[in-house]
């Protein structure tokens, strides 16, 4: 598969990366393969760590248990979603909401502060590419001289035995990482029921697998970079969510220019190795500025504070700083933006806090059943309800139910007694009220109270007995 893609300097239509094009896009409209080289030093240990951390972090979430629950165990077939200890049924859903902007909002506060720091650092496809894949094809093929040259080698027995068990690693890293996935919906002990048992009892998960399993093996093994450049559009919305105090990547040019070999007189400090370059897993030229197809690897700062380092130069040359910085101005933290969305983040995360206070470990709904809104019955208005009521507790719960702020005369039939439900689960009851037409002087609004046999919470909903206008003469 690699062997029909050659790497930009090799290419027949490559050219050096610009800012006028994507780098992964070269001039007849293909695409060249990547080979960033290793490179060294503080920021790559620290990303290691990181990286690392939030490998183990990510994979572990289906085996913590939090309340009984997997931390993470998005369960769709009972419509019930664990998360941290918290329990969200269907009924829930209207929280995404505060969540969705929640995450959007920090994620708009953290670019303008520090850039694209979530892609560089904490993003799972950066994560998974840089130090899992890419250290199993650097273990497999060697650095990127080697890889590139193997790429471009005939097909000979070395080529073909370093491509099988290459790819072979690939295929089942991607499988075990889908199955793991999986969990998040299934828990870990329904994935290992499906692991030890046929194929043929689980048609529709083992499709799933080998299907999913055959996405992240394409998108790992080929697709890559072009994730964040082609589809996630996150490196696009960076143009409005940044400015020139932003701390991003950036080359210092006032220091670097004019580029010249180590000695020359009237040179800058860059003596223009590229290693910069070489070192990039998107393949662009940092001293161009920032792009795009930056995802803040921090792998180009490593680079050249290396070559710096072997000049007896002074580090930084390519560093964390703004725009501003750079050009020897002053940067400004606390700017509209930074404001604004900080306001928002603060008020978006208060109301979601505010919201998700309001869990009950049960839901209650009530619906008016299908058909007339009421039935006449001799002399008696008869009205009749569908209660629903959701246990989100890993116990079997008593629940009791009360009819309140409800004229006199009203008899109820239909959940009068305590109704046990069992763990996650849900039960649906009717609810009948009649009222005699001697008693009766119009709708009314009435509250449905729901409470555990503890009386450690309660749920109320309101809604309307109907009848007919009662100027009429029912008898």
């Known amino acids: 598969m690699q062997s029909q893609h050659r790497s930009m300097q090799t290419h027949p239509h490559a050219t050096a990366p610009t800012r006028d094009s994507v780098t992964t896009i070269l001039s007849d409209g293909s695409r060249p393969f990547m080979y960033p080289s290793d490179t060294r030093g503080t920021f790559t240990t620290a990303r290691r760590i990181v990286a690392y951390t939030l490998i183990v972090f990510y994979l572990s979430l289906p085996w913590i248990k939090i309340n009984g629950y997997p931390a993470v165990f998005l369960d769709i077939a009972l419509r019930r979603f664990h998360l941290f200890g918290l329990t969200f049924a269907a009924q829930d859903m209207w929280l995404l909401f505060f969540v969705i902007t929640g995450l959007g909002f920090t994620l708009f506060f953290i670019t303008a ?12 496809q950066t994560i998974y590419l840089e130090h899992i894949y890419r250290r199993i094809e650097v273990l497999v093929e060697g650095d990127s001289l080697k890889r590139r040259a193997l790429d471009e080698a005939p097909w000979n027995a070395e080529k073909i035995s370093k491509r099988v068990i290459k790819h072979g690693l690939f295929f089942i890293t991607s499988l075990i990482l889908t199955h793991l996935f999986l969990a998040y919906f299934v828990s870990i002990r329904e994935v290992w029921k499906m692991i030890t048992s046929a194929p043929t009892e689980h048609w529709g998960t083992f499709v799933f697998i080998m299907a999913y399993t055959g996405l992240t093996y394409f998108i790992f093994c080929w697709f890559r970079e072009q994730i964040c450049i082609v589809i996630c559009p996150y490196g696009r919305l960076q143009s409005v969510l940044t400015d020139d105090d932003t701390i ?36 662009i030229d940092i001293r161009q500025g920032l792009q795009l197809e930056c995802v803040g690897c921090t792998a180009c700062i490593d680079a050249c504070d290396n070559v710096m380092d072997r000049l007896k130069r002074s580090r930084g040359l390519i560093r964390y700083a703004s725009q501003n910085k750079l050009l020897r101005k002053p940067t400004r933290f606390l700017r509209p933006r930074v404001i604004l969305y900080g306001f928002f983040l603060v008020i978006g995360a208060s109301v979601a806090s505010w919201a998700i206070s309001t869990l009950k470990p049960a839901n209650l709904g009530v619906t008016r059943m299908v058909g007339a809104p009421y039935i006449m019955d001799a002399h008696t208005i008869r009205n009749q309800y569908l209660v629903r009521i959701v246990n989100k507790r890993n116990t079997s719960t008593q629940f009791l139910v009360h009819i309140k702020n409800a004229p006199e005369g009203l008899v109820q ?13 849900e039960v649906a009851a009717p609810l009948i009220l009649q009222q005699t037409d001697t008693t009766y002087k119009g709708a009314f609004l009435f509250t449905v109270e729901l409470e555990d046999s503890t009386h450690s919470f309660l749920l109320k909903r309101t809604t309307e007995f109907l009848g007919p206008d009662p100027q009429f003469n029912l008898k």
């Open 413 to 425: 039939s239909g959940l009068t007694t305590s109704l046990e439900i069992p763990a996650l689960s």
């Open 113 to 124: 502060l520090l850039g694209r720091v979530w892609c560089g650092w904490a993003c799972p």
């Open 248 to 283: 991003t990547i950036g080359y210092d040019s006032l220091r670097g220019e004019p580029r010249g070999k180590a000695g020359a007189p009237g040179a800058g400090d860059c003596i223009s190795c590229n290693r910069c370059v070489s070192v990039c897993p998107t393949g």
